[in-house]
């Protein structure tokens, strides 16, 4: 379900669901917004002074039904930053467009998140890889079929061909390596792949994206980096590969092994993150326009 107007106006959407929130917020403006994957949720339950909402009150929301997904905004203070974060994600999978997959991003931007850090529970495509890698994503490729700028472009809100050249910013991903080398965190970074599923992929489909140069494969993060690029935001994306994708070890794959694994590695997950919303924080990475 939804609670989108019926205009078709993009900008007027945003701002409808940011006005909701924000009347929620006594005047704080988050700093960072953060789009937390499959087990890390979690994370948001820690925040100082927070408040919770539901998507289903805010106008536009797109509610998920997956398990694993609590399906609300929560936004107060950690690392010494504000910070906004969704507990859960829609895929295209459950029916929705790419454009509405990527809407509550739109909606973390307009809030004044000039860093998006984007999460996700991955398939490793890198056979060396064990089960509670994590990836610093470098650059993605898009195999969903859809894209989240398709149609009219709104120029209140970007621009019609925005550049992806550094849609994860080097500058920020070079920090998260600083993070982790600080933390004694095993880093790995590479290329994601988005794939519309809901299926896992086949062992013939795993080889062809190997082939492609993809060493991560999951159903989201894209349309998300996307619109976040297209007003303007900075982004990090951070993989957890929860298991090794079809055909690579020759078992079947399942969602409680995704689950299991970042539960299990979620401590170190979420310490990594709390160290880069504390070094965003230091270095001024969050003054002035992206």
């Not at 107007?5 to 929130?21: G, K, Q």
């Not at 064990?130 to 709104?154: E, Q, S, V």
């Amino acid at each position: 379900m939804t609670n989108a107007p019926a205009s078709d106006d993009l900008h007027a959407r945003i701002t409808a669901a940011a006005d909701a929130v924000r009347a929620r917020l006594d005047g704080r403006g988050p700093q960072i917004g953060l789009i937390l994957g499959s087990g890390l949720g979690g994370f948001a339950d820690r925040f100082e002074d927070a408040v919770a909402i539901p998507y289903a009150d805010i106008p536009g929301f797109p509610v998920s039904k997956v398990h694993g997904h609590a399906g609300r905004l929560v936004i107060g203070r950690r690392g010494g930053a504000t910070c906004v974060a969704m507990q859960g994600r829609v895929h295209l999978y459950e029916g929705w467009t790419a454009a509405q997959v990527g809407f509550p991003a739109r909606v973390l931007v307009a809030l004044g998140a000039k860093v998006l850090i984007v999460t996700n529970a991955a398939g490793g495509l890198e056979p060396s890889w064990p089960p509670g890698t994590l990836m610093l994503i470098r650059d993605h490729i898009d195999m969903l079929r859809d894209h989240a700028l398709r149609g009219a472009n709104d120029d209140r809100v970007g621009p019609r061909f925005p550049d992806m050249t550094t849609a994860y910013a080097p500058a920020l991903r070079a920090l998260v390596r600083r993070v982790a080398a600080q933390q004694g965190v095993p880093l790995e970074e590479g290329v994601y792949v988005a794939m519309p599923g809901p299926t896992y992929e086949t062992p013939a489909e795993v080889r062809m994206l190997q082939v492609l140069g993809a060493d991560a494969t999951g159903m989201s993060t894209v349309p998300e980096v996307i619109v976040a690029r297209h007003m303007g935001a900075r982004c990090i994306g951070i993989s957890c590969i929860t298991n090794k994708a079809a055909g690579i070890t020759g078992q079947p794959l399942s969602h409680d092994e995704v689950t299991e694994t970042a539960a299990r590695v979620r401590s170190q997950f979420e310490g990594l993150i709390d160290g880069i919303l504390a070094e965003l924080v230091a270095r001024g990475e969050l003054r002035g326009a992206p």
